[in-house]
């Protein structure tokens, strides 16, 4: 926000007329709910095992099918930000996004190791959760980003 009050938008004409032209908003537009969805099913699953000890099997596919999306998302993310913006990452209007979504990358990517180093599930299903904590985070990061997206005309 400017001091005045006024909204400062998050895209120029130009960028806007590059977001809208691309095909990796559509593909971007299609991944963030599928990994919603797939977000939803594997707390679901993590949360059951760790309540209840079953199901660990169906809990680690959930939690890598989840991590396999979120790299996805996140190298097509990359892409449309070069397209948009001119860079691929850490462009001025999703700064805070982005350096949120290195802090998901990372815990993901801290699941798969603990998953390859054989610690417990219960460790393995600790970070997994830090994980989705984190992606909530991230998530509500860009719902926020694209609602002003919306609001607030080019």
Do not use: C
């Not at 707390?43 to 079953?54: E, N, S």
């Amino acid at each position: 926000m400017s001091t005045t009050g006024d909204r400062v938008p998050i895209y120029t004409p130009e960028q806007r007329a590059r977001r809208d032209a691309t095909r990796w908003t559509v593909v971007q537009g299609v991944l963030a709910p599928v990994q919603f969805a797939v977000f939803g099913v594997s707390l679901a699953l993590v949360l059951r095992f760790l309540w209840t000890g079953d199901g660990y099997a169906l809990a680690t596919g959930s939690v890598i099918l989840k991590t396999a999306i979120l790299y996805a998302i996140m190298v097509t993310g990359a892409i449309w930000e070069k397209v948009v913006f001119g860079r691929y990452l850490l462009a001025p209007a999703f700064f805070w996004e982005d350096v949120v979504s290195f802090g998901v990358i990372a815990l993901h990517t801290l699941y798969l190791l603990a998953l390859g180093l054989g610690w417990s599930a219960e460790a393995q299903m600790t970070v997994a959760l830090a994980a989705y904590a984190a992606y909530v985070v991230n998530a509500a990061q860009f719902l926020r980003k694209l609602r002003l997206a919306r609001m607030v005309p080019a």
